[in-house]
């Protein structure tokens, strides 16, 4: 099949086979682990596409294929994590430039940004996104990159990637999306105008919390030339055996992703009803405030899910986030297992206690990653450290 036949084909059958090939030297029908740093030359530059493990390798490029398929794009350049991916990004810009990102974003963006780039004179300002007249108002003229993640980390706030990436198309500044909450399953923000899509691949699209990667994703050739200069001089690169697992990962992705949704309903659902609980955050409810908007830009509402618990204090947070058995407490999300987070302490604690209040980010909130196992299970587990 050649890239526009595949272009055509649905979502899960480019989870299976965007990328790939029978090997060309033995037939072996998944891609191997080509573990190796170097590539025979029949003569100087007489070679088979790849010259060095650095700059290229046969099984991330697959990968790269599989990743920029499902995502829609044309290129994909693959990093060793997903904070290597969106610091490769940011190296692109110059001292002087200024980054507009999201108020309520994965900890470690708000931390690269700030200490480890601001040093280097860009600076760099988070604000509320679900508002965009907030978002047009704190652009300045040396506004270079605007990061926008959607839902949000922890709230899940669905904020308007059309409307964002339209204004900064019309100031000419690149739009950036962090994709790794939703997954090209439920959005692709290169069909809704966005210059770049970044992933954690250890999160869903790896999904069995086993492996660390992140990529890029790009319809732009100029874009894709810088990346991939910075692949080559700076090096971040996944090593072959991690791409091996996310290829692995991703041709489940479209089923894990129903899964995962239907789960995080039942339970959002569950919380919602209990007394116990104050508040739900997931985008599937309808009375959360980014409702309508999710069931137009989303094809489903994700596996995320957060709450505060009726009485909001830190030693009531505690004994729940002690006392399940199905859901580990544990950092990152996205695995077929249930995950339980405290991000004021763990996953956000990089951001200053202020700062995460004014977000809106309670210290007691709970943040789940609602896996794949059966939901009767995971309802139970909830209901029984609620009552501890
Ligand atoms: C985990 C995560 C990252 C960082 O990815 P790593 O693979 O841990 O480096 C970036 N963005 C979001 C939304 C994440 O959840």
Known sequence: MNADEMKRMGLATRAVHAGQQPDPSTGAVMTPIYQTSTYAQAAPGDHKGHE??????????????NLAGLEGGEHGICFASGVAATDAIARCLRPGDHILASNDLYGGTYRLFRQVFGPFGITSDFVDMSDVETVEAALRPETKLLWIETPTNPLVRVVDIRALTDLARSRGIASVVDNT??????????EQGADLVVHSTTKY??????????????????WAGKLRFLVKSAGAVPGPMDCFLTLRGTKTLDVRMQRHCENAQAIAEFLEADARVAHVYYPGLPSFAGHELAKRQMDGFGGMVSF???DDSMPAANRVLSSTQVFTLAESLGGVESLMNHPATMTHASIPADERRAAGLHDALIRLSVGIESKDDLIRDLDQALSQ
């Open 205 to 222: 699209l790896g999904g069995h919390s086993d492996v660390i990667g992140g990529v890029v994703c790009t319809d732009s050739d100029e």
């Open 181 to 190: 909450f939703a997954t090209p399953v439920l959005q692709r923000p290169l």
């Open 308 to 310: 505060l618990l009726t």
């Open 52 to 65: 060095y493990g650095r700059v290229s390798n046969p099984t991330r490029t697959a990968l790269e294929g």
